[in-house]
């Protein structure tokens, strides 16, 4: 494909794995072929002006310095993606920043208080520390899932409105972003909740990052709304039209539905790339998310390699020790969805659906143990180990 960016984004804010482990990730995306990585870091790294989190839960400048050399040394751009918005959590539960968050609405406070002038204050310290430490000529401001912000607008008793708390936050953190050098990257999903004539009110520098996880969410008419399933629209043709740039990001946990989905959509006017997010939660570990990172990366990187052959070379290489047969096991196992809901959260399935997810499943569970005997390599081991653990929970 043609884009520019072909990245994957790492999760370190919900999961801290080691530097070493950070650095060798970083160093592999060349192979799988990317050429950006993405640090989903929150407040997880410790800096000049915000010194706060306990050693044991972030990074320290040092640490961010190894991997800005990883990524050096393989030819990658690594990008530094952070929240100014919502998903604070990390900076607002640290006392000597609790007087920053907006007012408890339900949720917790995990939004900053986008109407005190010293919120700005500290957002401009933090990322001006941040473009210090990373040399990546854009950085990711976060702005998803700020669930508050209508809370809060409510709560002014009619002196904002959601749209100005958002599109004036929206502004205020551009200009930082301009002060400091770089080109601002944000997820776009709360602007689904505005109308055009106030998008229109953003410069058109700024990229929006679309997000939407499920396969059926996704299709050349428009991804489904977020959060209550709203009507179907063209996002991508709506952000093209007014001038701003995208990159669609499926979600590399829940298989390869949403890579399938989004790079079929993704070949369109105005796409600039793309950002196979992972995300660390309780229930996913990232040797098994490998597969699918693997897989995409490929997809992304050799439009002239039929897409059998790129899931094929990608196994082979993941998966050295096992027999093919057991290659298409492994992968399977990743792709069959938990029968809770979909990958985007909105649909509940069938029971045709979850009968059919049974059968599978009895049939691949004695398949990975085969699989386990014979995985040899430490990462390669991983990886069956966790698409193993993964498959006995599907019905949990």
Aim: proline content about 5%; aromatic content about 8%.
């Amino acid at each position: 494909m043609s884009w520019t960016w072909k990245a994957f984004q790492l999760d370190l804010a919900r999961q801290r794995e080691t530097v070493p482990v950070v650095c060798d990730l970083i160093r592999q995306a060349p192979s799988w072929g990317y050429n950006a990585v993405m640090l989903y870091l929150e407040g997880v790294v410790r800096t000049e002006h915000f010194p706060y989190r306990p050693a044991d839960q972030s990074y320290s400048e040092a640490d961010v310095k190894q991997m800005v050399e990883a990524a050096k040394q393989a030819g990658v751009t690594l990008i530094p993606a952070t929240q100014t918005l919502g998903h604070m959590e990390h900076f607002l539960t640290c006392p000597e920043l609790k007087h920053l968050a907006a007012p408890e609405v339900g949720f917790g406070s995990n939004t900053i208080d986008v109407t005190k002038p010293e919120s700005y204050v500290f957002i401009e310290n933090y990322l001006s520390d941040l473009v210090k430490l990373f040399p990546s000529p854009m950085i990711h401001v976060g702005t998803d899932e700020a669930f508050m912000l209508s809370a809060f607008a409510v709560r002014s008793g009619g002196k904002f409105t959601f749209a100005d708390l958002l599109i004036g936050h929206l502004l205020k953190v551009h200009a930082i972003v301009k002060r400091l050098g770089r080109q601002m990257w944000m997820w776009s999903d709360l602007l689904e909740y505005v109308d055009e004539e106030q998008i229109v009110r953003l410069p058109r520098d700024i990229v929006m990052t679309i997000w939407e996880y499920g396969r059926e969410a996704i299709d050349h008419d428009g991804t489904l709304g977020h959060f209550d399933g709203r009507i179907r629209r063209d996002w991508l043709g709506l952000f093209h039209r007014l001038g701003f740039s995208s990159l669609v990001c499926p979600c590399a946990n829940y298989g390869s539905g949403s890579a399938d989905a989004w790079t079929r959509v993704g070949q369109r006017p105005g796409v600039i790339g793309g950002i196979n997010t992972v995300w660390e939660l309780g229930s996913t570990f990232m040797p098994r998310i490998l597969l699918g990172v693997a897989v995409t990366g490929r997809r992304w990187s050799q439009p002239r390699e039929p897409e059998s052959q790129s899931v094929e070379t990608a196994l082979s290489e993941l998966l050295p020790s096992l027999t093919p047969v057991l290659r298409n096991v492994v992968w399977e196992s990743h792709n069959l969805e938990s029968t809770g809901s979909s990958a985007a959260g909105h649909i509940e399935p069938t029971d045709d659906a979850e009968h059919r997810i049974a059968r599978q499943q009895a049939m691949l569970l004695p398949l990975m143990e085969q699989a386990k005997q014979m995985a040899r390599q430490p990462r390669e081991k991983d990886i069956v180990e966790d698409a193993a653990t993964m498959l006995k929970r599907v019905h949990l």
